[in-house]
C-alpha cells in the first residue's frame, strides 16, 4: 500500500520557521523524483521545490528561494523541507509527492497526473 504522510505543519508567526517531513511508504523510494506542492486557500496547486532521486540537485519556484531547502534521507524514506522567513503568502497546504518524470522536479508541474502519489497534506498558516 503507498502511502505518503507529511507533518510538522503549524501555526508560526512571520519570520518563523518549520520543518516538514514526508514519510513514504510501499514504493521504492530512492527510485522517484520528489517535490512538494502547495495550495492556498481558494486557489490552484502551486509546485513549490522539487529534488532528484538520488537527493543530489534541487530545485524552488521564485518566490522560496533561499528560504525553502528541500533535502531527502533515502535510508529513512522521508522527504523534507525545510522553512525560513516564512510569509503570510506561505499560508497553504502542503503536499509531497513522488514522480517518475523528471520535469517534476527540475521545472515542476501543477498538474496532479504527472505524479504517482501524493500525500494528504500539512496545513501550514504564517500569521501574527
Known amino acids: 500500500q503507498v502511502q505518503l504522510v507529511e507533518s510538522g505543519g503549524g501555526l508560526v508567526q512571520p519570520g518563523g520557521s518549520l520543518r516538514l517531513s514526508c514519510a513514504v511508504s510501499g514504493f521504492t523510494f530512492s527510485s522517484y523524483h520528489m517535490s512538494w506542492v502547495r495550495q492556498a486557500p481558494g486557489k490552484g496547486l502551486e509546485w513549490v521545490s522539487g529534488i532528484n532521486s538520488g537527493g543530489g540537485s534541487q530545485s524552488y519556484v521564485d518566490s522560496v528561494k533561499g528560504r525553502f531547502t528541500i533535502s531527502r534521507d533515502n535510508a529513512k524514506n522521508t522527504l523534507y523541507l525545510q522553512m525560513n522567513s516564512l510569509k503570510p503568502e506561505d499560508t497553504a497546504v502542503y503536499y509531497c509527492?513522488?514522480?517518475?518524470?523528471?520535469?517534476?522536479?527540475?521545472?515542476?508541474?501543477?498538474?496532479?497526473?504527472?505524479?504517482?502519489?501524493w500525500g494528504q497534506g500539512t496545513q501550514v498558516t504564517v500569521s501574527s
Open positions: 509527492s513522488a514522480s517518475s518524470f523528471s520535469f517534476t522536479w527540475k521545472y515542476g508541474s501543477n498538474r496532479k497526473t504527472d505524479y504517482y502519489s
